[in-house]
């Protein structure tokens, strides 16, 4: 039909008929706050380029994973800034190391919170690469091993999900068989498996201080314009025993979450990353925009697209707004 008989505003004027026909709901279910743990006691060291968040020592990231479960955040992933870092990463494996340290004491203080562990290198190679170093470039085989050695001392330290974030290829079937040799075959892992080499990405490396010291990341991330090699990406990490698919960078990817949730049908997760969030921090800060409003706007498009997890820096605050407190 058309118009005069249909009229689309119809379904507009009244505030609760516009409430009913909304197809989208956002829930504090759906988010992921993410948290950089660092060194120290009582520290709290403000991301000049991510308003609002810190790197936080143990006792400080409890504090903070307190106030998340408070306002129905019960799921984090972890970022570890280490005291030192070496060649290869080993630093990521041992089990007095600071990611490890802050899984325990989050486990001891708080029972119902769901700790999504970051799988990589970059944070703690002197290099900042994501894997070993050889003849210039990261090599994929042996950065399998570290990446292996970690995730099993994350799972012994009782991280709930492993998050792998190091684009290598065959990360996913080598990660679950250690899990599994280790006994740890009923922990999921939510696999980075579509992630492009972003300029978004730029707040997090002075965040997690895993800037590359030479060259960039495009050997072993994805290409911007490529979206094909991503459904390739997210079949071979299915293949290899994913349980959950994420998408990385998310607002300018959305094609490629809709599509990842269509071919695949799979848990799909969206990383609202750093540059996204500090984009709207910094128009918000100058009144060019309405903050709050743009920052729902974002989040409810991840969700429309076919995310059913957003990871994002804007959690909390938008957990208070769906909470109805502000
Ligand atoms: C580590 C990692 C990165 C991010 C998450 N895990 C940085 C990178 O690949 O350089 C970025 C997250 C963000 O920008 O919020 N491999």
Request: aromatic share 6%; glycine share 6%.
């Amino acid at each position: 039909m058309a118009f005069p008989d249909t009229r689309l505003r119809r379904l507009r004027y009244n505030k609760i008929v516009r409430q009913m026909v909304t197809e989208t709901h956002l829930r504090v279910d759906d988010l992921v706050y993410p948290l950089f743990v660092c060194p120290g006691e009582n520290v709290k060291k403000p991301i000049s380029s991510m308003p609002g968040n810190y790197q936080m020592s143990v006792d400080v990231l409890v504090e903070e994973c307190k106030r998340a479960a408070s306002k129905g955040v019960k799921s984090i992933l972890l970022f570890g800034i280490p005291e030192h870092k070496d060649e290869h990463g080993h630093v990521a494996c041992q089990s007095n190391g600071i990611v490890q340290q802050a899984i325990r004491a989050i486990k001891e203080a708080i029972d119902d919170m769901l700790i999504i562990a970051d799988v990589c290198n970059c944070e703690y190679t002197t290099h900042g690469h994501c894997g070993t170093i050889i003849d210039n470039d990261v090599d994929n085989d042996s950065t399998l091993k570290t990446l292996a050695q970690q995730s099993v001392s994350l799972a012994e330290a009782g991280a709930d999900v492993i998050a792998p974030s190091d684009m290598m290829d065959g990360r996913v079937a080598r990660i679950r068989a250690a899990l599994d040799e280790s006994g740890y075959e009923k922990l999921p892992i939510m696999s980075y498996a579509a992630k492009y080499a972003s300029g978004f990405y730029g707040p997090f490396r002075e965040a997690a201080e895993s800037a590359p010291q030479f060259g960039d990341r495009s050997t072993y991330q994805m290409n911007p314009a490529n979206s094909d090699e991503a459904m390739r990406e997210i079949a071979a990490d299915i293949e290899e025993g994913a349980d959950i698919v994420m998408v990385k960078p998310a607002l300018s990817y959305l094609d490629i979450i809709y599509r990842t949730k269509n071919e695949f049908e799979m848990p799909t997760a969206a990383y609202n990353v750093s540059g996204e969030f500090s984009m709207v921090k910094a128009a918000g800060a100058n009144d060019w925009i309405d903050e709050q409003r743009v920052m729902m706007e974002v989040l409810l498009s991840i969700k429309r697209a076919g995310a059913d997890i957003i990871i994002t820096y804007h959690a909390l605050e938008a957990a208070d707004i769906l909470n109805g407190q502000k």
